[in-house]
């Protein structure tokens, strides 16, 4: 309890520049086993004969990696505003539907408009569950992401709708050595920093999610900025969704579950330093997540280890690193 | 014991919708058979209540269902000699699960969420790493007669709920339960109370796990053995607890609460399919009765609370029995 008391009185009374670097420190460790990783990675390739800084192996990391980077973006804000979304991984693959249908019927830019209609209601529906109704946001987002799922169980048995050659562009192509969908994550990865390091709206999502009783009382409409939160999370996920169904060709009802898009982001976002209860963390550390898992997944394909071995891996990794996390905070 | 109550009333009102459209759930078989399809999710939320009671999650015990189901049929290989002896591995086994998610939990502070998905990813990949992908092996007719057999008129899996029933309410009725509970409600106060805070944990963790093993016996036996067995069994034994108007977060609620939750469910999802509505709207109605229910709860405890204050209040400034009444 006194150790609690005592650690934020250097950091508050440090300079301004150093107190910003600090307040992004949880996403070290992350990028420390990321560079660790890597070059284990690039060790093993050369052993198995292969290259990992092949532009292939690099481009595939960052294409793969895309999708699960928007959605934990969207995490990345709803747990640090202390609430959680369980309901992405159905979300994505409505919305895979939603914009193929959509593009099928009326072209692409009211496939876009439908997409993000679609996605913010769900995040208002979340948002709104959790601070009006005053269920807890698990449960919340758990049983609207049943709901989600019996409307796609009811309405679609396999892919449909079909995206026009134009979007496919967004699934595949490059820009120089870098896949567009990797600039997209990298735009929205840019945007969700933005909005939490620079506006008001980000550092009440810290306030609220730090602890939400003291934001309250400074004057912050709690709800609002939950609720606020849940819509980008959605949006996020939209625009994943989006990604998927242009590189898919169609929309697939589950596209979003078989990636499991609603733990792993979870997993990246807390595997990125980001506090599980919220209040800590932030977008860079989620990245160095994100790409961690894709990373490790790139060296199971090449060592060509069977996706059960993956899943323990996975498993453990998640464990240890939350544990490390845990040592260090324990140890300041 | 206020927040239990209107689970009772749902699970009342859903049998009586049950009753009337199929008179024969009135008759004993009938009745018995609906316990029985109940029984393994009854007995796996009694295993979650301890572990959200406590002020964690555990999300481990779909896939630990599905894990010892496949090592059971692999290991007795339909040999009856083996029945027993890998019953008694499967409980070790689940208990030791559990052991393990409580120590990582508690000694390494790793949150529930986190340990027990990794718990969740490690089972499940272990296992078929294990049979080479799919499941293997057969059960004897032993092992699943604890699933689908009976013993007289009544099946085995009733009289082992019961058991389990009458296990877990004098456990929290023993001083055990009293610190479970206060250990969910304020860690701190009750670690300076004397409770060993991480001790009480990894118990909660430890029945859980145990009890996803008795729940993977009695539904190996009565579904048989599959890949899929155990499939989003952690989020239906949450959303029974849950419904049963235990807290997330712990403190709160009550264990025949939380096994009443499951048993709503079970009805629920009996009754769309009497109505027919099987299969792909369930997920839907589960999803808005799960929100709503929850939602009720929160709504109309202030409301209570308030008319309960305001009846007090009145009581105690005017002694006149009159004025008390209106």
């Known amino acids: 309890m006194t150790q609690e008391l005592h650690t934020p009185l250097p950091r508050t009374s440090a300079p301004r520049g150093l107190r910003d670097l600090g307040a992004d420190s949880p996403a070290r460790p992350v990028y420390l086993a990321l560079v660790a990783l890597t070059v284990l990675a690039w060790i093993l390739f050369l052993t198995d004969g292969g290259q990992f800084f092949s532009q292939a192996n690099t481009v595939g990391i960052l294409q793969r990696s895309a999708a699960l980077g928007i959605v934990a973006v969207g995490q990345t804000l709803v747990i640090l505003a202390g609430s959680l979304d369980l309901s992405v991984a159905f979300l994505v693959s409505l919305v895979s539907l939603v914009a193929a249908e959509t593009m099928a019927g009326y072209g692409v830019l009211p496939a876009v408009g439908a997409v993000l209609a679609v996605s913010a209601l769900v995040g208002l529906v979340n948002g709104l569950v959790i601070t009006r109704l005053k269920v807890h946001a698990f449960i919340a987002t758990l049983g609207i992401s049943l709901i989600i799922k019996g409307v796609l169980d009811q309405r679609y048995d396999g892919p449909a709708g079909s995206v026009p050659e134009s979007f496919q562009h967004l699934g595949y192509d490059r820009v120089g050595p870098v896949p567009v969908s990797a600039l997209l994550w990298a735009a929205i990865a840019f945007a969700a920093w933005f909005l939490l390091r620079r506006t008001t709206l980000g550092y009440r999502i810290y306030a609220v999610g730090g602890d939400p009783e003291v934001a309250r009382l400074s004057g912050v409409r709690t709800d609002r900025v939950v609720v606020a939160a849940h819509v980008l999370c959605a949006l996020c996920a939209g625009m994943a969704g989006l990604l998927l169904a242009a590189r898919l060709g169609a929309g697939a009802p589950t596209v979003g579950s078989d990636g499991g898009y609603d733990l792993e982001s979870i997993a990246a976002v807390v595997l990125g330093g980001t506090a599980l209860a919220g209040g800590r963390g932030g977008v860079a550390g989620t990245a160095g997540g994100v790409l961690l898992l894709a990373v490790l997944d790139s060296v199971f394909n090449q060592l060509e280890i069977n996706s059960f071995a993956k899943d323990v891996v996975r498993g453990l990794v998640f464990v240890a690193a939350l544990a490390i996390y845990a040592r260090r905070r324990l140890a300041r | ?326």
């Open chain 2, 1 to 326: 014991m206020r927040r239990t109550l209107p689970i009772f009333g749902v699970l009342a009102v859903l049998l009586v919708a049950i009753a009337v459209a199929n008179p024969y759930f009135l008759e004993l078989p009938g009745f018995l058979a609906f316990v029985k399809r109940a029984a393994p999710l009854a007995i796996l939320a009694a295993g979650q209540y301890f572990v959200i009671v406590s002020g964690e999650f555990d999300l481990s015990v779909g896939s630990l269902v599905t894990a010892e189901v496949v090592i059971a049929a692999r290991l007795i290989d339909g040999d009856p000699g083996a029945t027993w002896p890998v019953i008694a591995l499967l409980l070790v086994l689940g208990a030791l699960v559990g052991l393990v998610n409580g120590a990582v939990t508690t000694f390494l502070r790793v949150p529930s969420f986190i340990t027990t998905l990794g718990m969740m990813l490690i089972l499940a990949g272990a296992v078929f790493l294990w049979t080479g992908g799919a499941p293997r092996g057969a059960l004897t007719e032993q092992f699943r007669t604890f699933g689908r057999g009976d013993l007289g008129p009544v099946p085995w899996s009733v009289l082992i709920l019961l058991a389990v029933v009458a296990a877990v309410v004098l456990l929290m009725r023993a001083d055990f339960g009293r610190t479970l509970v206060a250990t969910g409600d304020n860690p701190g106060a009750a670690a300076l109370s004397g409770v060993r805070v991480p001790l009480t944990k990894t118990i909660a963790f430890v029945l859980s796990g145990a009890s996803a093993a008795v729940c993977a016996i009695l539904l190996g036996g009565f579904a048989g053995v599959s890949a899929q067995v155990g499939q989003g069994l952690e989020f239906q034994a949450i959303t029974a607890v849950v419904l049963g108007g235990v807290v997330l977060g712990g403190g709160r609620g009550s264990v025949v609460a939380a096994i009443a939750g499951a048993f709503t469910l079970e009805a629920l999802f009996t009754l769309l399919n009497l109505y027919g509505i099987s299969g792909a709207l369930e997920s839907a109605v589960q999803g808005v009765i799960l929100i709503a229910a929850i939602a009720l709860g929160a709504l109309n405890l202030p409301a209570w609370a308030a008319r309960a204050r305001a009846t007090n209040a009145t009581t105690h400034t005017t002694p006149d029995p009159t004025h008390a009444k209106g």
